[in-house]
């Protein structure tokens, strides 16, 4: 059995494509190479996308990396490790699948003999459309690639649904910057009234951290608020983000109805996320479709309830109904509201929420990433490489 950092055998060498460089794969790339355990490299597809602000600061890496090529031939582009793969020669390449450019990579890398293993979040409808070609590709790649790699039992299940075997399915921490958001309460605590007195909340305030785009839910969220004001609650909700949609929200929360008690924070990036954090009193993250959802961790760690819906990845095995916070169906604005308007009505609920989610979360380190990275990388270079499903 392969054993990391056991003795002076050469270090394994990984690759990890990613789509681009996000400030928490960023962190999570940064506590791998720290360790030392891995020959460790990441590749990115490009260095950002239309609908992503956050701040690329490359000089803060510690990991080795490069951004792929661009081909284009004619109308067709696609991004491709085209030489890379024989002048790298990685014992595993772990990449997405989400498009034709990560599965013909992928299928590279397999001609090499490279092994090979895909990062599998849980999806769903609302946000990825099941067409039968995509459906059939998908049952294609998941019958051959040696492992994937899963944040938790949703993941698991439907990378099992697509023909991966459970041994070759790994459970990898989703992690954040605990001590990022646990020393930025610290930091921003005792400005709290000036914070909020700054951004004009008053009362309960909910904030939402996300894109401002439909598929977040984000117009059922307005609608929730509207409820919540309607029962007399005196509450602010806090916008974080920008987005497709933002003009649309904009229009909306315009409306008399409101009474200027939606606020329009804009987008927030991931070193100041605590500041806006400490003038919230809860995280509403309404949700559609989401993967995973780090934000509701972020809050969490800053001691916020959450108020989130079932769409949110594997939200069940990550915050427990009724001790964190609340979840609720998508698309479900009365539920919301009534989640909302218990948590406006109760604040020592809201407080022992907020401290039962930062214990649940205290563990999802980076460094708890990097840990259970290894012990993939192990278990993947182990396990013979996979032979085509006959099914």
Not at 38 to 46: I, P, R, T, V
Not at 107 to 126: I, K, S, W
Not at 285 to 313: C, I
Request: hydrophobic share 40%.
């Amino acid at each position: 059995m392969t054993r990391l950092g056991a003795g002076p055998s050469r270090r394994p060498r990984v690759v990890y494509w990613n789509n681009i460089p996000a400030p928490y794969v960023v962190g999570r790339f940064n506590a791998v190479a720290r360790r030392g355990n891995l020959d460790f490299e990441a590749w990115f597809s490009s260095r950002t996308e239309p609908d992503r602000s956050w701040t690329v600061d490359e000089s803060s890496w510690e990991f080795r990396s490069r951004y792929l090529p661009r081909i284009t031939i004619g109308s067709w582009a696609a991004v491709l490790p085209t030489g890379l793969l024989a002048r790298a020669r990685p014992d595993l390449l772990v990449s997405l699948y989400s498009n034709p450019s990560f599965l013909a990579g992928w299928e590279l890398a397999r001609l090499a003999n490279v092994r090979t293993a895909f990062r599998v979040l849980p999806t769903f409808d609302e946000w990825v459309p099941r067409h039968p070609i995509k459906e059939r590709l998908k049952r294609f790649a998941f019958s051959r690639v040696d492992a994937v790699k899963v944040p938790g039992p949703a993941g698991a299940s439907m990378a099992a649904r697509y023909g991966v075997p459970p041994g070759r399915i790994h459970v990898v921490t989703q992690s954040i910057d605990i001590e990022l958001y646990r020393c930025g309460r610290d930091r921003w605590w005792p400005e709290r009234e000036a914070i909020r007195a700054d951004l004009g909340a008053t009362g309960c305030t909910f904030l939402y951290v996300g894109r401002l785009w439909e598929g977040k839910g984000v117009s059922h969220l307005l609608t929730a608020f509207e409820a919540v004001l309607e029962a007399g609650v005196d509450a602010t909700l806090l916008l974080a983000g920008d987005g497709v949609d933002e003009q649309l929200y904009r229009s909306i929360a315009a409306g008399p109805q409101f009474r200027g008690r939606v606020v329009f924070a804009g987008f927030i990036q991931q070193s100041s996320l605590s500041r806006i954090h400490t003038a919230a009193d809860a995280l509403v993250f309404p949700t559609l479709g989401d993967p995973h959802g780090l934000v509701v961790e972020e809050a969490m760690a800053s001691r916020l309830p959450v108020v989130v819906t079932t769409a949110a990845g594997d939200i069940e095995a990550r915050l427990p109904d009724g001790e964190a916070g609340f979840i609720v169906p998508p698309a479900d604005p009365q539920a919301l509201a009534d989640r909302m308007n218990r948590l406006a009505h109760h604040p020592e609920l809201r407080r022992r929420m907020g401290d039962r989610g930062a214990d649940l979360v205290s563990g999802r380190t980076h460094e708890r990433y990097a840990e259970d990275f290894e012990r993939f990388v192990e278990r993947v270079l182990d396990t013979p490489r996979r032979r085509a499903s006959r099914r």
